[in-house]
């Protein structure tokens, strides 16, 4: 499974969402692979995705994709992140 974390640049908050959401798939017994990329990169950073995971500000730079788009409002809630891909992943 691929994991895919956006934010505007691709090393700030894309990079606590990526660690984040591996603490939150190791609580959940899942195995992923978490990147961080920027938006502009999206199409071919998550071309193979399952899941996008950015910010409400970000979701109308995202575009067409396949993969499902979590829109996640508290980067540092892990119990958020959890909740939302276990209904993603469940």
Do not use: H
Request: proline fraction near 2%; aromatic fraction near 2%.
């Amino acid at each position: 499974m691929k994991i895919v974390a956006i934010c505007g640049a691709g090393i700030g908050t894309s990079g606590i969402l990526k660690v984040n959401a591996e603490r939150v798939l190791d609580r959940l017994g899942l195995d992923a692979d978490v990147t961080a990329a920027d938006v502009a990169s999206v199409t071919s950073a998550a071309s193979d995705a399952q899941i996008i995971l950015t910010s409400p500000e970000l979701i109308d730079r995202i575009g067409p994709t396949n993969a499902d788009v979590i829109v996640v409002q508290n980067y540092f809630d892990l119990d958020e992140l959890e909740q939302k891909l276990d209904e993603a992943l469940g």
